[in-house]
């Protein structure tokens, strides 16, 4: 799971933008500025139609259409103060645009001109958080809680410590209400005034909850699928190589 874990963080491509060309810009925010915030705003990513630059044919530095994605900007303000959000960035291919077109870009007074080309490329997470797809991904155990009706004597001291409310009373007994919010703190087992404890916390061995939250570049499916998939060909890579080292 942790493997797993850390591919999803670490090693699913996603799309993001790597270089900017400043045509114009005439407000208060440095290039490098603009730039960085660019870089960071969530592209929605096709991983099927492009190549990551380093496997791609074409192995050219300025990239080719299927390992890069141009958009440009062309934003002015003629009257007052005004925000451009990214939903004004124009791609070339309408499947990679902004995951949202709300994300603040920067403010514009009056008379002041952004105008840009930014280049967008598929890359990974170790080597920059800007191409990390997730923005959460955590795993825990999946509890498995008993609560023997004969052993309980349903004095209500496990439902009244339980720092995650998992426990309930219901017509004078003791009933699990939440198992998933359950975090194995094991303090109603503590509390639990019978010796032995009559209630019983433990975990599946072959279950988890895997908690994972996408940036918007890709649903939250692909990204698992995509990770397990890179994890079979690391593990039978590794087979491979142990062998060589045994001859
Ligand atoms: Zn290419």
């Known amino acids: 799971m942790n493997a797993l874990r850390r591919i999803a963080l670490a090693q699913v491509p996603s799309m993001a933008i790597d270089e900017v060309v400043m045509i114009e810009n005439s407000s208060i925010l440095q290039d490098e500025v603009i730039a960085h915030r660019l870089g960071l705003t969530p592209l929605k990513t096709d991983l099927d139609s492009y190549n990551l630059p380093e496997e791609c044919e074409c192995q050219s530095e300025f990239g080719c259409p ?48 952004l105008k840009l080309e930014a280049y967008a490329r598929l890359g990974k997470g170790k080597n920059h958080a ?17 609560v023997p009706s004969k052993e309980c004597k349903d004095c209500s001291e496990c439902v009244d410590i339980c720092p995650k409310k998992v426990y309930t009373m219901k017509e004078n007994k003791v009933e699990v209400r939440d198992l998933l919010a359950c975090n194995l703190c094991m303090d109603c087992v503590e509390a639990c005034p019978q010796k032995p404890p009559a209630i019983k916390v433990e975990w599946e061995k072959n279950a988890f909850i895997l908690n994972i939250e996408s940036s918007g570049a890709l649903p939250p499916e692909r990204i698992i699928q995509e990770a397990t998939n890179m994890l079979d060909k690391q593990l039978a890579e590794f087979t491979k190589q142990v062998k060589a080292e045994v001859k």
């Open 130 to 146: 800007k191409w990390q797809p997730v923005a959460v991904c955590a795993y825990k155990y999946y509890p498995k809680i008993e």
């Open 66 to 113: 299927l390992c890069r994605v141009t958009l440009t900007m062309d934003a002015e303000s003629t009257e007052g103060t005004r925000t451009v959000y990214s939903g004004e960035l124009v791609s070339e291919n309408p499947d990679i645009i902004p995951v949202s077109d709300k994300v603040p870009i920067i403010k514009l007074a009056k008379g002041q001109k």
